[in-house]
């Protein structure tokens, strides 16, 4: 981190402490002549201010409700940071009597115009809503007049029936914030559950305060009064949250606080209790009509569907059928919504999907059944407390003997045991008839690439000839790719940029046979420096690592890669003709740990050929912040391996060598 002076910490002190008394529409003439932030002079913008609040209230007609207000404040300091201007309020309307609603929207620019601050309001025709799909819409916004230099502020109210889970409010973002407080005062009546994730030291505290709500029986209306508890949260001069490599989601790592709902008690009324322990969530969904009842409907299938053999190859079959008949609508969601209609359509959201698959399996007789996660952008399910919240998406398991298997039937290139990079987490939870478990989804299936090379060298080329079989995620990932591309020439194209080279007579078999490796052969072509004297030439016909992807000097956050692999070359080079071997790189073997990540590199040389034997094994995929300087320096031994080079050197006129063996 750059080095601050002592003036500029005493100004970054009283710039900040200048935040806690600081009130909304009070911008001033030096907030916007300030061009840069000395915490971070990188940050193309900065949050000035952050408030926000929930509150519970009562409605005659809704009962209680809550409102979670927020006030902001930023500061664009680069053209970069006007992305900052344009905002999205996600809000839920279940139907017209229960709902949320957004109040209060308004907004100002300021800017700094002849030593004069211009105001420019957010007028209606800024602000417009979306739908995205039957339940979920979107409130969209772009302040107005925005420029590099200018300081844009709004606020906002949301009105919720819905009190289960408070809305998350979040202290960081990906730009830098100066000041952030936070309060939520809670009635006696409701019990939550509270998730205070803190990486970033702040202020918080818990007290006890009165509460009165005007509630009308009848005819009458009167006063209720109640204690309540008021959670506080403060943060100063907080750092930005950056997306970094190797990180699945980096919400994972911010300071938020979330609230759950654990239990409500009104008076003279019965206790009602939510999701207290992981065994009454799994009650609670097998007993829903939404969920479980949904697991009821294997007559969808009465007339395609006879029982059969109990095997993997006939739970394919039955896969591949459902996804033929229905395909995903790119809608994730936890709970379907019409099977049937979804099933008469050919399309529907991934949880439609997954329950017609499994339905159709237990038609065929298999003991199949739902499995719950949180996809990884969504984040880690929360290990203080149960949370069915936090669950949002469902995948498809069957038990074959003693065996269970997965899949995602919404992922057109996955299959059993080969799911999509949204589900490999590593806590999912198996909901069966009678039984429930967590399960971890990163190591379901062996995943590998090995290319086998038979190298040339012809003038000042290296020229190959690649037979690259893979399997497993690493199939899967390839599948994704090249279908990802709008045809082969761009699949081709990327490969090129990729191994630095040209490509040739490419083929490549078994695309859409999902279960199956993915078989790839091409003839790749690369330039050779070339002297007087000596040629020099790297054997690798792929450099897996040429620059060490971990350059930070220390890493907060756990370094994550996507799943466990393996990626072997074996390549043979026959010594060019009119050169000898001067130089070859040593065989050598790194581990790191007991054995979490491992390298072989092994040469040998046998009459006219030489042999390299490379292979990497990737066996543990999170590693935590303290094992970051370790993982490092492995990287970059492994990076300076592969850029070893062999070098041959021309031999004297009518020389005669023996090679080492």
């Known amino acids: 981190m750059k080095r601050l002076s002592l003036f500029t910490l005493l100004f970054l002190a009283i710039f900040i402490s200048g935040y806690a008394q600081s009130k909304y529409g009070n911008v001033t003439k030096e907030e916007l002549t300030m061009t840069e932030y000395p915490s971070d002079t990188s940050a193309t913008a900065v949050i000035l201010q952050k408030t926000g609040n929930t509150r519970f209230i009562y409605d005659?007609?809704?009962?209680?409700?809550?409102?979670?207000?927020?006030?902001?404040?930023?500061?664009?300091?680069?053209?970069?940071?006007?992305?900052?201007?344009?905002?999205?309020?996600?809000?839920?309307?279940?139907?017209?009597?229960?709902?949320?609603?957004?109040?209060?929207?308004?907004?100002?620019?300021?800017?700094?115009?002849?030593?004069?601050?211009?105001?420019?309001?957010?007028?209606?025709?800024?602000?417009?809503?979306e739908a995205q799909d039957k339940k979920w819409k979107v409130c969209k916004f772009t302040m107005p007049a925005a420029k590099a230099g200018s300081v844009i502020e709004f606020k906002y109210t949301i009105v919720s029936d819905f009190f289960y889970e408070l809305r998350t409010f979040r202290f960081q973002s990906s730009i830098p914030?100066?000041?952030?407080?936070?309060?939520?005062?809670?009635?006696?009546?409701?019990?939550?559950?509270?998730?205070?994730?803190?990486?970033?030291?702040?202020?918080?505290?818990?007290?006890?305060?009165?509460?009165?709500?005007?509630?009308?029986?009848?005819?009458?209306?009167?006063?209720?009064?109640?204690?309540?508890?008021?959670?506080?949260?403060?943060?100063?001069?907080?750092?930005?949250?950056?997306?970094?490599?190797?990180?699945?989601?980096?919400?994972?790592?911010?300071?938020?606080?979330?609230?759950?709902?654990?239990?409500?008690?009104?008076?003279?009324?019965?206790?009602?209790?939510?999701?207290?322990?992981?065994?009454?969530?799994?009650?609670?969904?097998?007993?829903?009509?939404?969920?479980?009842?949904?697991?009821?409907?294997?007559?969808?299938?009465?007339?395609?569907?006879?029982?059969?053999?109990?095997?993997?190859?006939?739970?394919?079959?039955?896969?591949?059928?459902?996804?033929?008949?229905?395909?995903?609508?790119?809608?994730?969601?936890?709970?379907?919504?019409d099977l049937k209609d979804a099933l008469k359509k050919g399309l529907g959201n991934s949880s439609d999907v997954n329950f017609l698959l499994i339905n159709a399996l237990k038609k065929g007789g298999f003991n199949a059944f739902p499995v719950l996660l949180s996809t990884r952008s969504n984040g880690r399910i929360p290990i203080t407390y149960p949370s069915l919240a936090s669950f949002n998406y469902v995948i498809t398991g069957v038990r074959i003997?003693?065996?269970?298997?997965?899949?995602?039937?919404?992922?057109?290139?996955?299959?059993?045991?080969?799911?999509?990079?949204?589900?490999?987490?590593?806590?999912?939870?198996?909901?069966?008839?009678?039984?429930s478990d967590w399960t971890d989804l990163t190591n379901l299936a062996p995943s590998s690439r090995m290319k086998m090379v038979q190298a040339t060298i012809v003038e000042s080329q290296l020229v190959s000839k690649v037979t690259e079989t893979v399997r497993g995620n690493s199939a899967h990932s390839a599948r994704e790719s090249y279908f990802g591309c709008k045809d082969e020439d761009e699949f081709i194209d990327k490969l090129k940029k990729e191994l630095s080279t040209e490509i040739d007579d490419f083929k490549i078999h078994n695309l859409t046979e999902t279960s199956a490796e993915i078989k790839m052969e091409y003839l790749q072509t690369a330039d050779l420096p070339l002297g007087d004297e000596f040629l020099y030439v790297n054997p690798l016909a792929e450099i897996h690592y040429k620059t060490n992807p971990f350059k930070q000097e220390i890493r907060e956050y756990p370094v994550q890669f996507n799943y466990p692999s393996t990626f072997v070359q074996i390549i043979t080079i026959p010594i060019p003709e009119g050169y000898e071997i001067d130089e070859m790189p040593k065989s050598e073997k790194f581990v790191l740990n007991e054995n979490d990540i491992s390298l072989l590199y092994r040469t040998s040389v046998a009459g006219n050929q030489i042999r390299l034997q490379y292979q990497y094994k990737l066996n543990k995929i999170i590693f935590l912040p303290t094992e970051y300087e370790s993982l490092k320096d492995f990287f970059a031994k492994i990076v300076l391996k592969n850029n070893e080079q062999i070098v041959f050197k021309k031999k004297a006129a009518g020389e005669t060598v023996e090679q080492p063996i």
Not at 179 to 204: C, G, K, W
């Open 401 to 435: 003997d003693t065996l269970i298997y997965f899949t995602d039937a919404a992922a057109k290139h996955g299959d059993w045991n080969l799911l999509p990079t949204r589900c490999r987490v590593t806590q999912a939870r198996i909901l069966e008839d009678n039984f």
């Open 177 to 337: 914030v100066i000041y952030t407080h936070y309060e939520a005062v809670i009635p006696e009546y409701f019990r939550y559950n509270l998730d205070y994730q803190r990486y970033v030291n702040m202020e918080s505290n818990k007290d006890q305060v009165n509460e009165s709500f005007h509630i009308r029986v009848g005819s009458q209306t009167h006063m209720e009064r109640c204690t309540a508890e008021r959670f506080r949260f403060t943060g100063r001069d907080l750092p930005a949250v950056k997306a970094e490599s190797y990180l699945w989601n980096a919400d994972d790592y911010i300071n938020k606080v979330n609230f759950e709902l654990r239990s409500i008690q009104f008076p003279y009324g019965k206790l009602r209790n939510y999701s207290s322990t992981w065994s009454n969530i799994d009650k609670e969904l097998r007993e829903a009509s939404s969920f479980g009842g949904n697991l009821k409907k294997a007559d969808l299938f009465k007339e395609e569907i006879q029982k059969g053999d109990l095997t993997l190859v006939r739970a394919k079959e039955i896969q591949d059928m459902v996804k033929n008949k229905v395909k995903w609508d790119n809608k994730s969601r936890m709970y379907p919504s």
């Open 60 to 129: 005659d007609i809704k009962g209680f409700r809550f409102e979670y207000s927020v006030e902001m404040r930023i500061k664009i300091l680069k053209t970069e940071g006007l992305e900052y201007c344009d905002y999205e309020i996600p809000f839920y309307e279940q139907n017209n009597s229960a709902k949320e609603e957004i109040q209060g929207l308004s907004g100002t620019t300021y800017n700094l115009e002849d030593d004069k601050i211009v105001k420019t309001k957010l007028g209606k025709n800024n602000i417009f809503e």
